[in-house]
């Protein structure tokens, strides 16, 4: 029963910005939201998550709709080391690693 | 930075055969795990270890597998008798909280069973 649905694939130009876009209607209130990504085959590698606000690291902009039900990862200048599988998880703040259950994700390809 | 590392990147083994994974977390870590990824397939959970016992497992992490924590840096797990199936690359994280939602993972150890 997946959590999270986002599309299986997308392109972005190199330096632009990439937006990956993540439907969670059924989020509940305590539950965050967590962005990874895997590149070729390497380990996951956490890059984001948040709860309600609006998110920014050194990597990404973590933007959640006011009802929660949606998010968009922003990669602000995509370079072709973005190109990896994204995976958008919903997980309770005091859940277990259990709960951070990786679905099929989106590949995003940053083309030159 | 520091990283979690994992030893072997790649292992071929015939199958029936024993095999341990190894992984080194990430030194101030507390709670560590075993996720799996079949070729083409989802990452899965497979055990989670704290404080020199599991925590949590999966319904993959049968009598054939188990983990362990030998020394302070170390920690392994083992497959006692390899199936094809278990062909797979598994990947080692680790945290300093349990409630943290940010696992810094290994890059993995692919495990071919011929």
């Known amino acids: 029963d997946a959590k999270t649905t986002q599309p299986p694939s997308m392109d972005c130009a190199e330096g632009r910005a990439a937006n990956l876009p993540c439907n969670h209607s059924?989020?509940?209130?305590?539950?965050?939201v967590y962005w990874y990504r895997q590149i070729h085959s390497q380990g996951p590698q956490y890059i984001i998550h948040?709860?309600?606000n609006n998110e920014t690291n050194e990597m990404a902009s973590l933007i959640i709709t006011e009802d929660r039900k949606s998010s968009t990862l922003i990669l602000p200048h995509a370079t072709l080391r973005d190109t990896a599988v994204y995976y958008c998880?919903?997980?309770?703040?005091?859940?277990?690693?259990?709960?951070?259950?990786f679905g099929s994700g989106t590949q995003l390809t940053v083309l030159p | 930075e520091p990283e979690v590392t994992q030893t072997p990147s790649h292992q071929v083994t015939q199958m029936g055969q024993e095999v341990i994974l190894r992984c080194v977390p990430i030194?101030?870590?507390?709670?560590f795990y075993w996720y799996r990824q079949i070729l083409g397939q989802k990452v899965e959970f497979l055990v989670s270890?704290?404080?020199?016992?599991?925590?949590?497992k999966s319904e993959i992490f049968d009598d054939q597998f188990s983990v362990e924590r030998p020394d302070g840096s170390n920690f392994t797990l083992k497959i006692r008798s390899t199936k094809l199936e278990d062909s797979a690359m598994y990947f080692c994280?680790?945290?300093?909280?349990?409630?943290?939602?940010?696992?810094?993972f290994g890059e993995g150890s692919r495990l071919t069973v011929l």
């Open positions: 994280a680790s945290t300093p909280r349990e409630d943290t939602g940010e696992l810094f």
């Open positions: 059924t989020i509940s209130g305590n539950e965050y």
């Open positions: 948040g709860l309600k």
């Open positions: 998880i919903v997980r309770v703040s005091s859940g277990s690693a259990r709960q951070l259950t």
């Open positions: 030194s101030n870590h507390l709670y």
């Open positions: 270890f704290y404080n020199n016992e599991i925590s949590e």
